[in-house]
Each structure stands twice: as structure tokens, then as C-alpha cells.
């Protein structure tokens, strides 16, 4: 059973990133076209489970899987779409993962929900604040109830992700 545990801001969370994925980018090569560092260790001084979640944008996701292996020897158990169409998925760490990867092919709207909701974030600080303070609330409540947990703020997440793309579309 794995535990929800979300700690304070990290400020090695960016080195671990970078450190990943160099790794990632030798393993891909031309395949991947940019690797951002996204979820809530990219957003600085707000509470994240300590786990580091990357997005490869790559140019064909199906060739993808021809690289399991190679992650595989990194410590990623690949894990296919893992629920969400076109995207490839690799965890590591097991019940104490360190790692998510998200792989999505370059257009995919899925790039764009996930920088606009980092970078909205980072540069909304109360809102940030509100939601490491909903992450720590329902970390203590559901400590070994994962799906729980996430439930707890998916409504959360729904509502700024709205805001998020809104004042994407302005910035760019």
C-alpha cells in the first residue's frame, strides 16, 4: 500500500528534473523534441508528494515503445497509455515512486493543460498557496488511501486547469 505523503518545496526538485532528464534524452534522442518538468515539484515553495513528473514531447508516440527497454534499465516500469489515449507512461520507485514520465506527441492538447496549469500556478501565488494547503489537508486524511486523495482535489484541479488554459490562450 502506498502512502500519500506531500512534503515542503524541495529545492533540489529542479537538479533531480534536469538529472532525469538527461537520462530520458539519451534514451529518446531525436525521438524527443522537448522534456519539461511539470506537477507540483515545478511549481516552487508550494507542499508536492516528492515525486517528479516529466512530459517528453516527442515527435511520434507510437515509437515510444520501442524504447521500454532502454527505461526500463533507467528503473521506469513502463506502463502503456495507463488510462489516457495517445500518451505513454513509465513510473519508478514502485510503492516509493521518485518518478512519473508522461509522453505525449507534439500538438497534443495534453502538453498544453499541463504547462499552462504549472505556469499559471507559479505565477498565481495565492492560488498555489490554496492548493498545497488542499494537498496537505487531504494528505493527513487519506495517508494510505491514494485514490481518495486524489479525488479529494480533482475539483480543485478541474477549476484551475479552466483558469489556466484561459490565461494561456492571452500569454501566447
Known amino acids: 500500500m502506498r502512502k500519500v505523503e506531500v512534503v515542503p518545496y524541495n529545492e533540489k526538485w529542479p537538479e533531480l528534473f534536469q538529472e532525469e532528464a538527461n537520462k530520458i534524452k539519451s534514451v529518446f534522442g531525436d525521438e524527443a523534441i522537448n522534456i519539461y518538468h511539470i506537477g507540483s515539484t515545478a511549481i516552487p515553495h508550494i507542499h508536492a508528494k516528492p515525486i517528479i513528473d516529466i512530459l517528453v514531447e ?13 527505461m526500463e534499465q533507467l528503473g521506469y516500469k513502463p506502463k502503456g497509455e495507463n488510462g489516457i489515449a495517445y500518451r505513454r507512461y513509465f513510473t519508478k520507485g514502485g510503492n516509493n515512486r521518485t ?3 508522461h509522453v505525449f506527441k507534439t500538438g497534443s492538447e495534453h502538453i498544453t493543460r499541463h504547462l499552462a496549469f504549472r505556469d499559471y500556478l507559479i505565477t498565481h ?3 498555489a498557496n490554496t492548493y498545497s494547503e488542499l494537498k496537505q489537508k487531504l494528505s493527513k486524511q487519506f ?3 491514494a485514490e481518495k486523495y486524489t479525488q479529494g482535489k480533482d475539483w480543485f484541479i478541474k477549476e ?10 492571452n500569454q501566447t
Not at 58 to 70: G, I, T
Open 99 to 101: 518518478h512519473h514520465v
Open 143 to 145: 495517508t494510505y488511501n
Open 58 to 70: 516527442v515527435k511520434d508516440v507510437d515509437k515510444v515503445d520501442s524504447f521500454n527497454d532502454e
Open 160 to 169: 484551475i486547469q479552466a483558469n489556466a488554459l484561459k490565461w494561456w490562450k
Open 125 to 127: 501565488k495565492d492560488e
